[in-house]
């Protein structure tokens, strides 16, 4: 059996994963509900834990999006933004920011899968603050 490929960071698939972020985080300040619908993998074990909710299925998941208001949310600006690829099919992306308002950190991460036959999709997805100040 041949070992998968696990090379970290081949730049053209960084690049492939932070376009696709990007896609993302527009959608969610307009409020694209198609795009963020087009980011997450259509499947009952896709997860996503927010802020004010927890989305267990690509169908819960969706009706948040539906009820979300559109807007810029809850980030004021990034501080941090990592991305790690490991091969050519697998990837986290791992955002620190300041949150809008308050003098707190958010953090997201996400954890994406290159599927065969649909692309890049979000197969689970965390928000979160740190209570702490920033500074």
């Known amino acids: 059996m041949t070992e998968p490929d696990r090379t970290p960071n081949i730049p053209e698939v960084v690049d492939e994963v932070r376009a696709l972020f990007e896609r993302y985080e ?35 998941i969706h009706a948040h999006r539906v009820r979300r208001p559109p807007g810029p949310g809850i980030k004021e600006r990034r501080i941090r933004l990592e991305i790690l690829t490991l091969g050519r099919d697998f990837a986290t992306v791992n955002l620190e920011f300041k949150v809008r308002g308050r003098e707190l950190v958010g953090r997201q991460s996400q954890t994406w899968v290159r599927f065969p036959d649909l692309g890049w999709k979000v197969v689970a997805a965390h928000v979160s603050t740190v209570g702490d100040p920033l500074w």
Do not use: M
């Not at 959608?27 to 909710?53: G, N």
């Open 26 to 60: 527009t959608a969610l300040e307009t409020k694209d509900v198609d795009v963020l619908d087009d980011t997450f993998w259509r499947s009952p074990h896709t997860i996503r834990y927010a802020l004010h909710e927890n989305g267990y299925g690509f169908d819960e």
